[in-house]
């Protein structure tokens, strides 16, 4: 990673993270959806990325997540989880021809179907054991996935708006 693609994510960073703490905080939806915005940061970091760095960003990004919602490490446990399977993910659903150098996994690069199905995973599983972690009892793991099923769409939906408005589309 050079100096601009740093920077760069050091932005993206702030970004997202920020959004998520100042003003997606609060956002629900008949208490069952909730937007965690800031996974995108996870998501949207060039495919090739260092393991060891992956880790250390989604723990970062989940801890300064948790310091704002008094959560305890749920956040950072969800997003290392998710850090840690995303190589395998995009190994999984890797295109014909493999992918590029230094290439970000967003929707005008790689295209609907590749990137619905990537994020799609991606933040169920993050969504999933955040609940579950959350939910700590067995009598509660079906709402634990109702809310997981509802907050993927919710999230999921509001990632991809920001691809659209902020991330242009393929010429």
């Not at 998710?82 to 230094?102: F, H």
Request: aromatic share 16%.
């Amino acid at each position: 990673m050079n100096g601009r693609e740093f920077l760069l994510q050091a932005i993206y960073f702030f970004l997202y993270v920020g959004l998520q703490v100042v003003f997606v905080r609060d956002l629900e939806v008949f208490g069952l959806a909730f937007c965690f915005v800031y996974v995108g940061f996870i998501l949207l970091l060039p495919i090739e990325t260092d393991r060891v760095l992956l880790l250390v960003l989604s723990l970062a990004a989940g801890l300064i997540v948790d310091s704002f919602y008094d959560t305890l490490g749920i956040h950072a446990a969800a997003c290392v989880l998710i850090g840690y399977l995303r190589p395998w993910v995009t190994r999984i659903i890797t295109p014909r021809g493999g992918y590029e150098q230094n290439l970000r996994p967003t929707l005008r690069y790689m295209g609907n179907e590749w990137f619905f199905s990537y994020t799609l995973i991606l933040i169920f599983l993050h969504h999933l054991a955040l609940f579950l972690i959350e939910a700590s009892q067995w009598s509660l793991v079906l709402p634990a996935l109702l809310k997981a099923l509802c907050s993927t769409a919710f999230t999921w939906t509001v990632l991809v708006i920001i691809q659209y408005l902020f991330y242009g589309q393929k010429s």
